[in-house]
């Protein structure tokens, strides 16, 4: 078992939940840094958020998803935030990538996230199914 305290043991595998709620102004605040920027999104993440006219509101959104994702692994792998990637498909759900990890384990997982946004806060769920 992955973690103990937020785990939900049911037939389907074990459950694994994280969230994470952030202040845009915040990230505005650090984006500005572009050490930070290049070390936190990959370079589709940001192509997404620059194309759009509230772009601190997608780019809060997708750190809050990485957080709450590495809330839901608890910290168990050594998974750096620009690794956990936010894509969005065709119809605007966003979807979760793991990228640059060999880490066997991982790959048994299932990732689902969402996210919410406002002008003041982002928000992101993340339930992780290991099976
Ligand atoms: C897509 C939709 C759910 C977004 O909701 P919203 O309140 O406008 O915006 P939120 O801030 O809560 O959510 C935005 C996020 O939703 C996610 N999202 C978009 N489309 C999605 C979909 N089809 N499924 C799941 N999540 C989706 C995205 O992650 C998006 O953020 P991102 O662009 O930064 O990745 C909404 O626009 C919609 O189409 N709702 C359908 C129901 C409807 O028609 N309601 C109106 C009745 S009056």
Same mark, same amino acid.
């Given at each position: 078992m992955l973690c103990e305290k937020f785990c939900i043991d049911i037939n389907l595998g074990i459950i694994m939940l994280g969230i994470d709620i952030i202040e845009i102004k915040r990230i505005k605040r650090l984006i500005k840094n572009k050490n930070f920027l290049y070390r936190i999104f990959d370079e589709e993440e940001i192509f997404y958020c620059e $194309? =759009?006219?509230?772009k601190h509101e997608h780019y809060a959104a997708r750190f809050a998803a990485k957080e709450a994702v590495w809330k839901a692994l608890s910290g168990e792998y050594k998974i750096a935030l620009k690794n956990i990637v936010v894509r969005n498909i065709t119809n605007g759900k966003p979807v979760i990538v793991l990228k640059n990890?060999?880490? $066997? =384990?991982?790959?048994?997982l299932k990732i689902e996230v969402s996210l919410s946004h406002t002008k003041e806060y982002a928000v992101s769920v993340a339930m992780i199914n290991e099976f």
């Open positions: $194309k =759009k006219s509230r990890t060999n880490i $066997k =384990k991982l790959k048994n």
